[in-house]
Structure formats: structure tokens, C-alpha cells
């Protein structure tokens, strides 16, 4: 079984790494043992799992599943934190031959920089600051990802679990929907991180599943990119109407009714009231309108 980091050790091993947490870097190291745990078991990791870890620091979450995973895959982009976790995990009985540690930055790391065992979950304390990008860059480079469990700012993890018609529904709602159903798995305080953070953080689960529209004849990576467009200029004047907030992406605001109307979507609703499939939909709709006019 590895040992588990709590508050002494965490200070002993970042002094003795003269680790100084950044705000640039988004750090806040998890010390507590048992919330360590209760991650890990709110993962719910099948025994042959392959997991990808994001911002491991100083290894908390990183010896807590390395217990329960065939694989485990980190990326670290501190050098100094890279590179002294293997000499952690050894230290606390960890089996390295399962742990594969990558210094890189997690928004440009390939499925090809990461090799194999390709990653099939996701579960990682996420720096606060790049928490969005991160996890919608890596379900698009890694489709490989069946599932994952990650920690963030509590008003993140809101807009990310976030439906149709509430407050908090937005452009990280309807992106994650695009690759994955999620949920709310729970809340984390501040007290269990150093430094202690001014804000309480969330759970979010998520199951990936097949995009709501395939195009035969388009790959899924430039549909996606259609329907993240239609998304981002819905949201980008989120009281306008669908027929207003869409005119600069349709080519004027009668161009973007007909798209609207081709779609099935009302042109006086607005991009809050919409599901993921509904864009996907006016994405989907906007060449056949320009096909008839021409």
C-alpha cells in the first residue's frame, strides 16, 4: 500500500525542494489524506484503468491512485516537480514501473508525446487558471478518454455541469456536453490544500460518448471546430437573440434565420436555452442554406 502525503510531509518535502507554490502555476497542493482517497474512490477506476493525471506537484493524488491503476501517465510542467516524483513515489512504496512522469505543459501534450498505454480516465487537481482549456484540449487529442474525475474552482465546476436554461450555462457547458455527460460529485473546502485557497472547490465527473451529430463526409475534429463557432458567437452577446448574436458568424442577421430556421430552432430564442445537439444542428445546417441559395 503507498503512504499518503499529509501536512508535515508535504511542507518537509516542499522545503526540502525549496517549492515555493505560484500563483502563475495555479498550485494549491492537496495535504489531506482522506480527500486524497475520497477522489480517488469518486473516480470509480476499473483495476485495468490507464489514468492521466494533470498537475501532480508534489504527489498527493499521484500516490493515492497509483494503488489503483494498471498505468499511470503524469504531466507536470514545473521541471523541479517533474522530476522529484519519482524519488516520491519510491520513497512512500510506490511501484514506479506503473508511473510515467512527462515535464510538459498539459495544453500542448499530444496522444503521440504521451505513447502507450494510451490514458482511458482522467483525474486531476486542476490548476484553477487553465482548468477549462486543459480538459477541452485533452478530450479532443486524447479520444482514447472513456471517463474522468476532476477537481476545480467551485464556480467552474458549476458552469461545466451547467443545463440549458441556467444561470450558470455557458461555452464551458455546451464544449464538455459536446464530448461527455457530466455531473457534480462533490465539494472540496479550502482547508485541505496549501496554500489555502479563497474560494471552496467541486467535483466533476464526466462519461465520454459519441458527438451528437456525425457528418459522414466532414472528420469529427473540423465538425467540432463548426459547432465550437456557432457556440462562441451565441454566448459572445448572451441576451441577443439568436437571430442578432448570430448575424456576424451567418453573414448578417436574416442569413442567420435561415440557418434557423433550416435547423429546426426558433430564431427569437437564445444560445442559453439551447442543447449541445441544437447547435450541432445549426452548424450542420449552415452549407445546405448556402448550397440553395447560390
Known amino acids: 500500500?503507498?503512504?499518503?502525503?499529509?501536512?508535515?510531509?508535504?511542507?518537509?518535502?516542499?522545503?526540502?525542494?525549496?517549492?515555493?507554490?505560484?500563483?502563475?502555476?495555479?498550485?494549491?497542493?492537496?495535504h489531506d489524506p482522506n480527500t486524497v482517497r475520497r477522489i480517488v474512490a469518486a473516480a470509480e477506476l476499473p483495476?485495468?484503468?490507464v489514468v492521466l493525471e494533470v498537475g501532480p506537484g508534489l504527489g498527493s493524488l499521484t500516490l493515492g491512485l497509483l494503488d489503483h491503476v494498471r498505468h499511470l501517465h503524469v504531466v507536470e510542467i514545473d521541471p523541479v516537480l517533474a522530476a522529484a516524483l519519482p524519488g516520491t513515489v519510491a520513497d512512500r512504496g510506490g511501484d514506479l514501473g506503473r508511473l510515467t512522469v512527462h515535464q510538459a505543459d498539459a495544453l500542448r501534450i499530444t496522444g503521440?508525446?504521451?505513447?502507450?498505454?494510451?490514458?482511458?480516465?482522467?483525474?486531476?487537481?486542476?490548476?484553477?487558471?487553465?482548468?477549462?482549456?486543459?480538459?477541452?484540449?485533452?478530450?479532443a487529442e486524447l479520444p482514447?478518454?472513456?471517463?474522468?474525475?476532476?477537481?476545480?474552482?467551485?464556480?467552474?465546476?458549476?458552469?461545466?455541469?451547467?443545463?440549458?436554461g441556467s444561470r450558470t450555462y455557458g461555452i464551458?457547458?455546451?464544449?464538455?456536453?459536446?464530448?461527455?455527460?457530466?455531473?457534480?460529485?462533490?465539494?472540496?473546502?479550502?482547508?485541505?490544500?496549501?496554500?489555502?485557497?479563497?474560494?471552496d472547490s467541486g467535483l466533476v465527473a464526466f462519461t465520454c460518448r459519441e458527438p451528437p451529430l456525425v457528418v459522414a463526409t466532414e472528420s469529427e475534429r473540423?465538425?467540432?471546430q463548426r459547432v465550437f463557432a456557432v457556440v462562441d458567437a451565441a454566448f459572445a452577446q448572451r441576451r441577443k437573440t439568436l437571430r442578432a448574436a448570430l448575424a456576424?458568424?451567418?453573414g448578417g442577421p436574416a442569413r442567420?434565420?435561415?440557418?434557423?430556421?433550416?435547423?429546426?430552432?426558433?430564431?427569437?430564442?437564445?444560445?442559453?436555452?439551447?442543447?449541445?445537439?441544437?447547435?450541432?444542428a445549426i452548424a450542420a445546417a449552415a452549407p445546405i442554406v448556402t448550397t440553395t441559395a447560390e
Open 172 to 199: 464551458p457547458s455546451v464544449k464538455l456536453a459536446w464530448y461527455a455527460a457530466a455531473r457534480t460529485a462533490g465539494r472540496v473546502p479550502p482547508s485541505v490544500f496549501w496554500p489555502v485557497p479563497n474560494v
Open 222 to 224: 473540423a465538425l467540432r
Open 112 to 139: 503521440a508525446a504521451l505513447g502507450a498505454p494510451a490514458p482511458d480516465a482522467l483525474v486531476a487537481n486542476l490548476p484553477y487558471n487553465v482548468a477549462v482549456p486543459v480538459v477541452l484540449h485533452l478530450l
Open 1 to 30: 500500500m503507498t503512504g499518503l502525503l499529509g501536512p508535515a510531509e508535504i511542507r518537509d518535502l516542499a522545503g526540502r525542494l525549496a517549492v515555493a507554490p505560484t500563483k502563475r502555476l495555479g498550485q494549491n497542493f492537496v
Open 248 to 250: 456576424g458568424w451567418a
Open 47 to 49: 483495476a485495468a484503468a
Open 144 to 164: 482514447s478518454l472513456r471517463r474522468g474525475l476532476v477537481m476545480v474552482q467551485k464556480e467552474v465546476a458549476d458552469r461545466l455541469v451547467a443545463g440549458p
Open 256 to 280: 442567420a434565420e435561415e440557418v434557423l430556421v433550416a435547423a429546426g430552432i426558433d430564431a427569437r430564442a437564445r444560445g442559453e436555452e439551447l442543447t449541445v445537439a441544437q447547435f450541432a
